[in-house]
């Protein structure tokens, strides 16, 4: 199956080819997923073996926001985005006990 039909690429974005995420997903996946890559049509994948599909489908989203060429193109974007969440991380807005805890629930703790 051709990957370029499930992410072709388009403006800045690159295509499935141009990432070589065949290569990846063959690394990646297990043999159900390299059956799938195999398939000539994704239609006809979809159709008749769509767990199959949805694997293949999946893994190939992951690894093709995970290339270094797609996350070039987000940061130039504007999107903050870490090679890992860890150890930097993302920033979160400060928890405030006021937003977080439903009117309805009393609280489970006693002050001080």
């Not at 141009?18 to 690394?27: G, P, Q, S």
């Not at 006809?44 to 995970?66: G, T, V």
């Amino acid at each position: 199956m051709n990957l370029d039909a499930l992410l072709p690429g388009d403006g800045d974005f690159p295509s499935a080819s141009t990432v070589d995420l065949d290569a990846a997903v063959r690394r990646h996946g297990n043999a159900e997923i390299r059956a799938a890559l195999d398939a000539p049509d994704a239609g006809e994948l979809a159709l008749h073996q769509p767990a199959a599909f949805a694997a293949l489908r999946d893994l190939a989203y992951l690894l093709y926001y995970a290339s270094p060429r797609v996350l070039a193109v987000l940061r130039s974007l504007g999107h903050e985005i870490n090679d890992a969440p860890l150890p930097l991380g993302y920033p979160m807005a400060p928890f405030r006990q006021d937003d977080e805890t439903p009117p309805w629930r009393p609280p489970f703790w006693r002050d001080a």
